[in-house]
């Protein structure tokens, strides 16, 4: 089997990516016309307090750093296509958690998952488009054998915008799992302008939010989705490549500041509800579950574009 690159070099390259494509930005030539290429820059990062477990003893507490590059080139009037490639680490803290898995109070720590997209869009009229994508992730511990965190998936999906304060649409996404049958769930697309500063939309995932927009510049609003991250642990770990599941449902408030339309700066804070760890062997049969108590979270994201 392959062996996992450090999470360190798996970021840089990714960053490396981003950088380089905003210097092509930056030395292409100017034009009168709009250029057909896009890219935006996105970093993230964001912390989940403590939360207790409801049967083990201790506690968890989360950290993570992201960091999301998305090129988008106009093929013509009615395509578009579009690449992503993203990386996320997470730093998972147990406190005194002596009884999740025995014989230690740390299962795992450091996670990386990275993935890369590629897509297109095609309008089929002014109000009616579709879309497609594939994606591969790579989702593990320091430490996994390379080869054992992959998986892979697509998204196909239509959109119909039936006037400018109605915007509706369905996906579906479909995705292996790490020893698990492959996943298929729809994913619903809104976009309604209720009032004239009140939106409603799904986002990405299996989000929704209600924002308040008073001015150009300023917005804020409720939001709540559903997380899961699905990834392999270090081969030599507690739980020899095995694989955890960590699902949490965030619920909280949002603040974005945008002064032009190629910078925005976002802030939230909320709560973590509903959340769920398990662990699995490596041929995963479930070893642990256990529900957490709320905690509280807050993030904070910055995007260029270009």
Do not use: C
């Not at 109070?105 to 879309?131: H, K, T, V, Y």
């Not at 109605?166 to 995705?175: A, D, K, N, P």
């Not at 150009?216 to 989705?225: L, M, R």
């Not at 490549?241 to 699902?247: E, H, T, V």
Request: glycine share 10%; no cysteine; aromatic share 8%.
């Amino acid at each position: 089997m392959l062996s996992r690159p450090s999470h360190a070099l798996l970021l840089i390259a990714l960053l490396a990516g981003a950088a380089s494509a905003q210097d092509a930005a930056a030395e292409a030539p100017t034009e009168a016309k709009q250029s057909p290429f896009s890219v935006a820059l996105t970093l993230s990062g964001s912390h989940a307090g403590k939360a207790d477990f409801d049967d083990a003893t201790g506690s968890l507490s989360i950290t993570r750093l992201g960091a999301a590059l998305g090129v988008g080139y106009k093929l013509s009037d009615k395509a578009s296509l579009q690449i992503g490639m993203s990386a996320e680490h997470s730093h998972y803290d147990f406190s005194t958690s002596t009884n999740l898995i025995a014989g230690t109070s740390e299962p795992f720590d450091d996670i990386l998952i990275a993935r890369f997209s590629a897509g297109m869009d095609f309008a089929i009229d002014d109000s009616r488009s579709w879309f497609v994508n594939g994606f591969i992730t790579s989702s593990g511990e320091s430490g996994a054998d390379f080869d054992d965190t992959l998986t892979g998936g697509g998204m196909v999906g239509y959109v119909h915008t039936f006037n400018k304060k109605l915007t509706l649409g369905v996906g579906v996404i479909g995705s292996s799992r790490l020893e698990d049958d492959f996943l298929v769930f729809p994913i619903p697309i809104i976009r309604w302008q209720i009032a004239e500063k009140l939106v409603l939309a799904t986002g990405q995932g299996a989000s929704v939010s209600l924002t308040y927009q008073p001015s150009q510049t300023w917005a804020v609003g409720v939001e709540g989705g559903w997380e899961r991250r699905e990834f392999r642990l270090d081969k030599d770990g507690p739980v020899p490549s095995g694989i955890a599941l960590d699902s949490r449902i965030p619920l909280g408030v949002f603040a974005r500041f945008s002064p032009n339309q190629n910078f925005l700066i976002a802030g939230r804070v909320g709560a973590h509800v509903g959340s769920n760890l398990e662990i699995s062997n490596a041929q995963g049969r479930k070893i642990v579950e256990d529900d957490l108590d709320p905690a509280i979270y807050f993030g904070l994201d910055l995007t260029v574009r270009f």
